[in-house]
């Protein structure tokens, strides 16, 4: 088993940044890959982002390339979701998710046995 938690989310203001942190344990981190998804009220959970285990590859939505910034640290068991220039429509909950040697070119959530809780990350115009 995975445990996932993210911290980070909040109120934002249009063309504000925020950062994202979702701590694993239950496996050797070094073998996660992870994800980071989202769901906005009444919509279904979409992929934002992806980095697998050793960090050499990320995959991104086109709705946040080059807004949305996915990092890891290995030693801290610790993966980073940076947002910038965030807009309304960035708003939901942000969840991030693991698998282990999961490619990055797979983006659905089925792809992820692995969750967090979600952390509300809101954009006010």
């Known amino acids: 088993q995975v445990q996932l938690v993210e911290s980070g989310g909040g109120l934002v203001q249009d063309g504000g940044s925020l950062r994202l942190s979702c701590a694993a344990s239950g496996r050797p981190f070094g073998s996660l890959s992870m994800g980071w998804f989202r769901q906005a009220p009444g919509k279904e959970r979409v992929f934002v982002g992806a980095i697998a285990w050793r960090g050499y590859s990320t995959n991104y939505a086109d709705s946040v390339q080059s807004r949305f910034t996915i990092s890891r640290d290995n030693t801290k068991n610790t993966v980073y979701l940076q947002m910038n220039s965030l807009k309304p429509e960035d708003t939901a909950v942000y969840y991030c998710?693991?698998?282990?040697?999961?490619?990055?070119?797979?983006?659905?959530?089925?792809?992820?046995?692995?969750w967090g809780q979600g952390t509300q990350v809101t954009v006010s115009s």
């Open positions: 998710a693991a698998n282990q040697f999961l490619s990055v070119s797979r983006t659905l959530p089925s792809d992820f046995p692995y």
